[in-house]
């Protein structure tokens, strides 16, 4: 089976850095996702990560240890906009587990 | 606007009652995906379909069916329902299955009352 956590909920300011963690434990690591979900819409694709390692888009940034069963993401520059829940997602034997996400809020 | 589509928008109901949602996934995609989301809750992954086939199966209750038609779209089909089944259900697709980022349709808001 596959386990996921990551903080419940996450305050940072605008034009500020924040890192949202998530630990997994898994059988059969095929990759981990993020995504982002602002409130009654559909979850966006962000980034994946499959080797260890940083990946950088833009303002966004994930980060992978397979060895740590960690990740995280790291959003640069806060907008107010960023104000969403972001939700890890670990790739399994053929299926995908969402966690259940962190709620973040940019305060000016 | 991430290709895929849901109908309908809303959908209000009463106890007992059967509901069908409908999906079509992204012009490509082979493997549909249902979800479904209540209030402060993460994403329960419910089934998972590629070209017609049940491939994978999450947290989905015997009251609840799907399927998936050569055209490729999808149908779940929600019966006897209660009021814990209100919730968002959000459809998703990807090329193929297995682990391959999925495209999420805009979502079916179910209202049982």
């Known amino acids: 089976g596959q386990n996921i956590d990551q903080p419940t909920e996450m305050t940072a300011t605008e034009g500020a850095i924040v890192q949202i963690n998530c630990t997994y434990q898994?059988?059969?690591?095929?990759?981990l996702f993020w995504y982002q979900q602002h409130a009654g819409e559909a979850p966006t694709f962000l980034s994946y990560?499959?080797?260890?390692g940083l990946e950088e888009k833009g303002r966004f940034s994930s980060f992978l240890s397979r060895s740590k069963g960690y990740s995280y993401l790291l959003l640069k520059e806060l907008q107010m906009k960023d104000s969403a829940s972001y939700l890890c997602?670990?790739?399994?034997?053929?299926?995908?587990?969402f966690g259940i996400g962190t709620k973040l809020q940019v305060i000016p | 606007d991430s290709g895929v589509t849901q109908t309908p928008k809303h959908l209000i109901t009463a106890t007992g009652q059967r509901v069908t949602l409908r999906c079509s996934p992204r012009?490509?995609?082979?493997?549909v995906y249902w979800y479904q989301q209540s209030l402060d809750q993460g994403l329960q992954f419910l089934i998972q379909?590629?070209?017609?086939?049940?491939?994978a199966k999450g947290n989905i209750l015997e009251r609840f069916s799907a399927q998936q038609f050569p055209d490729l779209h999808s149908e779940l089909n929600l019966s006897s329902l209660e009021l814990g089944d209100s919730a968002l259900y959000f459809c998703?697709?990807?090329?193929?299955?297995?682990?391959?980022?999925?495209?999420f349709g805009p979502g079916t808001r179910l209202t049982v009352t």
């Open positions: 998703a697709s990807s090329v193929e299955w297995g682990t391959y980022e999925q495209y």
């Open positions: 990560n499959v080797l260890d």
């Open positions: 379909y590629y070209n017609g086939e049940e491939r």
């Open positions: 898994t059988s059969g690591f095929n990759g």
């Open positions: 997602a670990v790739g399994g034997y053929q299926k995908v587990t």
């Open positions: 012009s490509g995609d082979l493997s």
